[in-house]
């Protein structure tokens, strides 16, 4: 099923509407995504060569059952076997796949499975992504909380037993600027021992003094790889520019971050392609930043606010397993985190197979964890970036982690 | 063998299997550490480092050595703090030092190693370095204060058993200090080789972690580790290369 993005909110003046169909519907209206855009800092690297030329260079109806077998009995994974695993080819040995993650999971992390939530502080945003619900152009209802709402938040949350905290913003430096997000990471410090974000990219001197306000680790999710779809979906502001994005990562680890993670989302353009471009970016890091923590993610698309049609496309669960296992065999060190965004029954299933990481208690709203875990009425809350599916409280989800024979981990980690 | 003492920096043991803690349900420590027979139980400083939820703590039984390592630590600088923080943590005087700048094999630092173990082993820690076999390292580590050197079998997690096997015979040839062998071992019979080279002991986590059975695992562990143990001390049988020994020695026409 293709995806219907372009939804018009009623609130529009005419010049905006005029302006966002304009944006839509006329290429040239738009700039080159390409491009820096003033105050980007441009570093050297040779990692998104690497990663593009054997994008590029990927046909995955070439791989057969034979390169699948081959990849599978292993002990290193060259990048052919990557792609091998992430063909076609590679969907009727899933169960293999299975086995052999699930055997290097185990290796590296035993039967532990971390936990951690998200802290949206605020959901304004300047970007037009279409799918997306914080787009600048979707009608929800905007907040951005002050210190004291964000204490209040993490208190909540902290009573809840959580121990990790991933902050997160809409993509606005205007309305959440990085001094803002660098008081609420001191305060998160105050509640949790890992603190982590997912904002918009910034430069090395903005990841560094992150890190000096207590955050150790950095996610940016690319959205996809595909650079001519990637034009196409985020029309207008500063992650219009594809390349700063993809070098934040690096950016992150130059400004002295621990440990960085990425993906693409699931969904918007050739998924074979984007998974094998997201593990890769992965490697490459590592490679060129072997102190560096490196973790995959694997959002699929979900619903939002106002447009109830955005869905997966082709990927189904059986294509992301096929992909998390994938990763897992590739990369057998790194972390892998598995969102809010897919079901229960696939979370369970996963965590034993490929996942290391689960978030609990999600709200992707802003300021309604009180309301979410007390059920107390709160006056203002923003709204949802879109729709979870695995709702389950801490609570539940470290009894039911327990239930599935998996040691629940709520830190391993030390600020030093 | 019944007098026969594990002795690190006066500290006597009777076992010589030492157990990692970090990779299985917090719930099955006591049973390894009861079937494993071990007296020292490794923990990480940063898994301790959590609220009241759990704590790994917690559940280490009581008479048991508590040996806190510093992973998570990139440098020097990084692991002294980590250890000071243990020792707040009331973890005690013993240390294992792990060091890495590598995130997929997990290789351990040596130069940064010796640097950590010298100014831990002044401010009074019984340091335990964990270090890839190097001979010039080694003595490097006894001469920082080290109190044992615990030489990598294989990379950590990899079950790979001792692929840096005439190395760590190097070590425990020439370094007067106990050689404990650490990470890589995931099978008895790797762990019974270990101590039949003259190891002092030998330390695993995974193996026992992926095994089907944990505590029949970690019984099959102090097994191995005794019998190898007791193989060493008895002096094990001759290895001839070159087959039979010749009836006739070359040197038999010698007169005087």
Redo the contacts between chains.
């Keep these: 099923m293709e995806n219907q993005f372009l939804i018009d909110s009623d609130e529009l003046t005419p010049e905006a509407l005029e302006r966002k169909h304009r944006l839509e519907n006329d290429p040239s209206s738009r700039t080159n995504h390409m491009e820096y855009m003033e105050g980007q800092e441009v570093i050297k690297s040779d990692i998104r060569e690497k990663v593009m030329s054997a994008v590029e260079s990927y046909d995955p109806s070439v791989y057969k059952a034979n390169d699948v077998m081959r990849a599978l009995q292993k002990q290193n994974l060259s990048v052919e076997d990557l792609k091998a695993l992430l063909s076609p080819a590679a969907e009727p040995f899933l169960e293999q796949m299975a086995e052999r993650a699930r055997?290097e999971t185990?290796?590296?992390?035993?039967?532990?499975v971390y936990l951690f939530t998200p802290l949206y502080i605020a959901n304004y945003c300047e970007n037009y992504c279409v799918y997306c619900g914080f787009n600048c152009y979707n009608k929800i209802r905007r907040m951005k909380l002050d210190m004291e709402q964000i204490e209040h938040e993490m208190k909540v949350i902290a009573d809840s037993?959580m121990?990790e905290i991933l902050i997160l913003t809409g993509e606005s430096r205007a309305m959440s600027d990085v001094k803002y997000i660098g008081e609420a990471c001191k305060l998160a410090r105050k509640y949790f021992?890992m603190v982590g974000v997912e904002i918009y990219p910034v430069n090395v001197e903005d990841y560094r003094y992150l890190h000096e306000c207590g955050v150790d680790y950095v996610t940016v999710f690319q959205e996809t790889y595909d650079t001519e779809k990637y034009e196409t979906l985020h029309l207008m502001g500063h992650k219009r520019v594809w390349p700063y994005r993809f070098d934040a990562q690096e950016r992150a680890l130059m400004g002295g971050m621990r440990g960085v993670a990425g993906s693409a989302l699931l969904g918007l353009s050739d998924f074979r392609k984007d998974a094998l471009a997201s593990a890769l970016h992965m490697y490459y890091l590592?490679r060129k930043y072997?102190?560096?923590?490196?973790s995959l993610s694997c959002p699929r698309l979900r619903p939002i606010i106002n447009n109830g049609k955005i869905n997966p496309r082709d990927v189904g669960e059986k294509q992301l397993c096929q992909i998390l296992c994938a990763y897992r065999i590739f990369l057998p060190?790194a972390g892998i985190t598995v969102s809010s965004r897919e079901s229960a029954q696939f979370r369970n299933g996963i965590v034993k197979i490929a996942a290391t990481k689960i978030s609990a208690g999600v709200s992707t709203g802003i300021g309604d964890h009180e309301s979410k875990y007390t059920g107390k009425e709160c006056d203002a809350e923003g709204d949802e970036q879109f729709e979870i599916n695995d709702g389950r409280s801490f609570k539940q989800m470290y009894s039911d982690m327990s239930g599935e024979?998996?040691?629940?981990?709520?830190?391993?980690?030390?600020y030093? | 063998m019944e007098n026969d003492k594990l002795v690190i920096a006066g500290h006597e043991f009777t076992s010589r299997f030492i157990l990692g803690s970090?990779?299985?349900?917090?719930s099955l420590i006591e049973a390894a550490v009861k079937y494993a027979g071990a007296e020292i139980i490794t923990c990480?400083?940063?898994?301790a480092?959590?609220?009241e939820?759990?704590n790994i703590l917690d559940f280490i039984p009581k008479g048991v050595t508590l040996l806190p390592n510093t992973s998570?630590?990139?440098n020097a600088d990084?692991a002294v703090?980590?250890a000071r923080?243990a020792r707040e943590l009331g973890c005690g005087d013993f240390v294992k030092i792990e060091i890495?700048?590598?995130?997929?094999?997990?290789l351990p630092d040596n130069a940064e190693t010796v640097r950590a173990t010298e100014i831990l082993a002044k401010e009074g820690f019984i340091v335990m370095p964990y270090m890839y076999p190097d001979l010039n390292t080694a003595r490097d580590l006894v001469n920082a204060g080290a109190a044992t050197v615990m030489p990598l079998a294989s990379p950590i997690?990899?079950?790979k058993g001792l692929a840096t096997k005439d190395f760590i015979q190097i070590l425990i040839d020439e370094i007067d200090l106990p050689i404990i062998v650490d990470a890589g071992i995931g099978r008895p019979s790797q762990a019974c080789e270990a101590m039949e080279m003259g190891a002092a002991a030998v330390m695993s986590?995974?193996a026992l972690?992926?095994a089907g059975d944990l505590p029949a695992m970690a019984e099959a562990f102090r097994k191995a580790v005794e019998a190898g143990r007791q193989a060493y001390l008895s002096g094990l049988g001759r290895v001839l290369v070159r087959g039979a020994a010749p009836s006739d020695t070359l040197t038999g026409f010698l007169r005087d």
Excluded: C, W
């Design positions: 055997i185990r290796k590296h992390f035993g039967n532990t037993g121990e021992r590592q072997p102190h560096a923590e490196i060190f024979g998996l040691q629940p981990v709520l830190n391993d980690y030390l030093v | 970090g990779k299985y349900s917090l990480a400083v940063r898994r480092n959590t609220k939820h759990e998570g630590a990139r990084e703090r980590i923080l890495m700048r590598d995130t997929k094999y997990l997690g990899s079950n986590n995974t972690a992926t």
